[in-house]
T-cell receptor
Framework: NAGVTQTPKFRILKIGQSMTLQCAQDMNHNYMYWYRQDPGMGLKLIYYSVGAGITDKGEVPNGYNVSRSTTEDFPLRLELAAPSQTSVYFC?????????????FGSGTRLTVV | DAKTTQPNSMESNEEEPVHLPCNHSTISGTDYIHWYRQLPSQGPEYVIHGLTSNVNNRMASLAIAEDRKSSTLILHRATLRDAAVYYCILGNSGNTGKLIFGQGTTLQVKP
């Protein structure tokens, strides 16, 4: 099993550019999450999804969009990149939302906006 | 969301037990207590979780106070590979499964 796969691993964007961070899981998990982690800080929840076609905002959703057309994929879109979005982005998934199950995290995408 | 309080950092010697404390005085009856750790330059990794009773797995043990207002993650024999940031997190009481991370405890393991 690959678990949670994130691509790309690294990316440098110019201010105002757009990009999509990809996240895919092969564990048939219904619940998926996007977090960002700024240097020396804990993780902040950006968006989450409880199933295909259903998404909701987390703690810090401004500047981002998501979609969930399939169970496997949960891409994160940055429309107009800003230096404040320089961060490491982690995708995670879970079998269910009642927290009897742990999360599986991807290895992250390190994004720099210049 | 109920909050947790952890020490910013702790030190341990290799091959000695480590007790990582967490206070969660506003925990609700349906909140699970989760522990994750994050090794340098990696994504968080699930360690253990529990509701009321103490829990053991191959990685660690979780001791939960009787009133559930605090818990302790126990690493029985610390190794250098256990040096990481350890997060104590309370689960969302709804059905969305959100985990809200705090600052965590940075554990240093000395040889």
């Amino acid at each position: 099993n690959a678990g949670v796969t994130q691509t790309p691993k690294f990316r440098i964007l110019k201010i105002g550019q757009s990009m999509t961070l990809q996240c895919a899981q092969d564990m048939n998990h219904n619940y998926m999450y996007w977090y960002r982690q700024d240097p020396g800080m804990g993780l902040k929840l950006i968006y989450y999804s409880v199933g295909a076609g259903i998404t909701d905002k987390g703690e810090v959703p401004n500047g981002y969009n998501v979609s969930r057309s399939t169970t496997e994929d949960f891409p994160l879109r940055l429309e107009l990149a800003a230096p404040s979005q320089t961060s490491v982005y982690f995708c995670a998934s879970s079998y269910a939302g009642d927290l009897r199950y742990g999360y599986t995290f991807g290895s992250g995408t390190r994004l720099t906006v210049v | 969301d109920a909050k947790t309080t952890q020490p910013n950092s702790m030190e341990s010697n290799e091959e000695e037990p480590v007790h990582l404390p967490c206070n969660h005085s506003t925990i609700s009856g349906t909140d699970y207590i989760h522990w994750y750790r994050q090794l340098p330059s990696q994504g968080p990794e699930y360690v253990i979780h529990g509701l009321t009773s103490n829990v053991n797995n191959r990685m660690a043990s979780l001791a939960i106070a009787e009133d559930r207002k605090s818990s302790t993650l126990i690493l029985h024999r610390a190794t250098l590979r256990d040096a990481a940031v350890y997060y104590c997190i309370l689960g969302n009481s709804g059905n969305t499964g959100k985990l809200i991370f705090g600052q965590g405890t940075t554990l240093q393991v000395k040889p």
